[in-house]
C-alpha cells in the first residue's frame, strides 16, 4: 500500500460520504509527517453506519472482500494487491466512539479528543492521535514494525510507550 494507494482510497471514500481515519501503520506515518516504513495495508475505521456507502465505493473501485470479522472488522483486496483492513465505529453524540471487540463484554473505546490530523505525502488526513495509537499497541507481543512505530512516536511527541 503506497501513498499515492491510501490518498485515492481516502478521496474514492470522501466522494462518497464516508467519514474515516486512518489508524495502524500509515496512522503513525501521517502522525508524524512521513513514511517511515513501507506498509503491507491500510488500517481505516468508519463510521458503521455508513458502510454500505463504504462497501460501494470500494467494490466500484475494484475491491473485493476476502474476510468478514464483523462485527468488529472486515478486509478488502484489489485485485493489484492493496489492502485494507477495515474497522466500524459506533459514535456517541459526544463524539466518542466504540469499535466492538472479539471480547463482546470488552469494546475498543475512542475518546472524541483521538480524532486528529495528520499529513500523508503532504496531504492532510484524518487519523487517530498518538495516544490512541498507544493505547492499541498493548497486550500482545510486538512485531519489528510495532517497535519501529512505537519508536518513531517516542522520537517525535516525546510520549512514553510499554515497548
Same mark, same amino acid.
Do not use: N
Given at each position: 500500500?503506497?501513498?499515492? &494507494?491510501?490518498?485515492?482510497?481516502?478521496?474514492?471514500?470522501?466522494?462518497? @460520504? +464516508?467519514?474515516?481515519?486512518?489508524?495502524? @501503520?500509515?496512522?503513525? &506515518?501521517?502522525?508524524?509527517? =512521513?513514511?517511515?516504513?513501507?506498509?503491507? =495495508?491500510? =488500517?481505516?475505521?468508519? #463510521?458503521?453506519?455508513?458502510?454500505?456507502?463504504?462497501?460501494?465505493?470500494?467494490?466500484?473501485?475494484?475491491?473485493?472482500?476476502?474476510? &468478514?470479522? #464483523?462485527? +468488529?472488522?472486515?478486509?478488502? +483486496? *484489489?485485485?493489484?494487491?492493496?489492502?485494507? &483492513?477495515? *474497522?466500524?465505529?459506533?459514535?456517541? !453524540?459526544?463524539?466518542?466512539?466504540?469499535? #466492538?471487540?472479539?471480547?463482546?463484554?470488552?469494546?475498543?473505546?475512542? !475518546?472524541?479528543?483521538?480524532?486528529?490530523? @495528520?499529513?500523508?505525502? @503532504?496531504?492532510?488526513?484524518?487519523?487517530?492521535?498518538?495516544?490512541?495509537?498507544?493505547?492499541?499497541?498493548?497486550?500482545?507481543?510486538?512485531?519489528?514494525?510495532?517497535? *519501529?512505530?512505537?519508536? #518513531?512516536?517516542?522520537?517525535?511527541?516525546?510520549?512514553?510507550? *510499554?515497548?
Amino acid at each position: 500500500m503506497t501513498a499515492e &494507494d491510501l490518498l485515492s482510497v481516502l478521496a474514492l471514500l470522501r466522494r462518497a @460520504g +464516508v467519514d474515516s481515519w486512518v489508524a495502524g @501503520g500509515w496512522g503513525i &506515518d501521517a502522525l508524524v509527517g =512521513d513514511q517511515g516504513r513501507d506498509h503491507r =495495508d491500510l =488500517d481505516l475505521l468508519h #463510521r458503521q453506519e455508513q458502510e454500505q456507502e463504504l462497501l460501494t465505493a470500494l467494490a466500484g473501485a475494484g475491491f473485493t472482500e476476502t474476510l &468478514d470479522q #464483523r462485527p +468488529v472488522r472486515f478486509v478488502m +483486496v *484489489h485485485a493489484q494487491g492493496q489492502e485494507i &483492513d477495515l *474497522h466500524p465505529l459506533a459514535f456517541a !453524540p459526544d463524539g466518542s466512539a466504540l469499535q #466492538r471487540s472479539f471480547d463482546p463484554g470488552k469494546p475498543f473505546p475512542y !475518546p472524541a479528543e483521538c480524532f486528529v490530523t @495528520g499529513t500523508v505525502a @503532504g496531504t492532510t488526513v484524518p487519523c487517530i492521535s498518538a495516544a490512541q495509537q498507544v493505547f492499541f499497541h498493548q497486550g500482545y507481543e510486538p512485531a519489528d514494525r510495532d517497535l *519501529h512505530d512505537m519508536a #518513531r512516536l517516542r522520537e517525535a511527541f516525546g510520549i512514553v510507550t *510499554h515497548f
